[in-house]
C-alpha cells in the first residue's frame, strides 16, 4: 500500500512540506512526497473533454499529478492560505483531479488528509477564519470525490513580511494587520511546526489512522 503526500507550498522545506512528510512516515506505508513546485499544470477548463477517458485534454503535468493520485491509496494534502483562502496552486491541483471521477470514482473510498499552515493565529480566525478556509477546501473536495476523510492538521505558519526589509515602514505590513500596530518582525518570531507539540501529535495521530484505514479495507 502506498501513500501520496503534496505539498503546494513554493517554501523549501516548508512547515507545510515537513508535516506531510510526518503524516507520511508515521502511517508505516510506503510514501511519495511531491512538491507542487516541480510540476507545471494549468487550472480545469471545465470542458468535459475527460468524461469518456478519464483523462484531461490539457497536455501538461496535471495528467502526472493526476496518475499519481489515481495509483496511490491514500492521499494527504496540504496547503497554505494567502488571502484567508487556499493557495491557488494547491486548489488547482484538486480541480485538475475532475477527470478521475465520471462513471469510476478513482478517489471514491481513498483515505484523505488536509494539512493547512495559516499566518493567522487562533485567536484571530474569528475576524480572519483562514485556516477554516483552507481546511475547508479541501475537506469538501475530499467528500464530494467520495473519500474516506479522516482529518486535518491545522498549523501556524508565518506571514511573509517577517523577511521583508520594508516591514517596519510598510503601511501594508501583514504583521501588524494580524498582531497590531506595535508588532515587529522580533517580537513575532518565526513559527516552525516542531514547536508547535499539539500539531506533532495530531499528525502522528493521522498518519497511524490512515494505516489503519487501509488495514480494515
Known amino acids: 500500500m502506498k501513500i501520496l503526500g503534496v505539498s503546494g507550498s513554493p517554501i523549501e522545506n516548508s512547515n507545510t512540506d515537513r508535516i506531510v512528510k510526518t503524516i507520511l512516515e508515521a502511517s508505516g506505508l510506503e510514501g511519495e512526497f511531491i512538491k507542487l513546485t516541480d510540476f507545471v499544470y494549468a487550472p480545469c477548463k471545465a470542458c468535459l473533454g475527460c468524461r469518456k477517458t478519464n483523462e484531461c485534454e490539457v497536455r501538461d503535468d496535471g495528467i502526472v499529478l493526476a496518475e499519481k493520485v489515481k495509483k496511490a491509496d491514500a492521499v494527504v494534502i496540504g496547503g497554505f492560505t494567502p488571502y484567508s483562502s487556499l493557495d491557488s496552486r494547491t486548489k488547482a491541483f484538486m480541480e485538475r483531479l475532475y477527470p478521475l471521477r465520471h462513471n469510476h470514482g478513482y478517489l471514491q473510498g481513498k483515505p484523505g488528509v488536509a494539512v493547512v499552515t495559516s499566518a493567522v493565529p487562533c485567536e484571530r480566525q474569528e475576524a480572519m477564519p483562514a485556516l477554516e478556509m483552507g481546511v475547508n477546501a479541501i475537506k469538501f473536495f475530499m467528500m464530494e470525490e467520495g473519500m474516506n476523510y479522516l482529518g486535518a492538521v491545522e498549523c501556524l505558519g508565518n506571514v511573509p513580511c517577517v523577511k521583508c526589509e520594508n516591514n517596519r515602514d510598510c503601511k501594508m505590513s501583514g504583521i501588524k494587520m494580524i498582531y497590531g500596530e ?6 513575532v518570531g518565526i513559527n516552525t511546526f516542531e514547536d508547535q ?18 488495514i480494515k479495507n
Open 197 to 214: 507539540y499539539e500539531v506533532i501529535d495530531k499528525a502522528y495521530r493521522l498518519g497511524e489512522k490512515v494505516a489503519d484505514a487501509l
Open 182 to 187: 506595535e508588532a515587529t518582525p522580533e517580537s
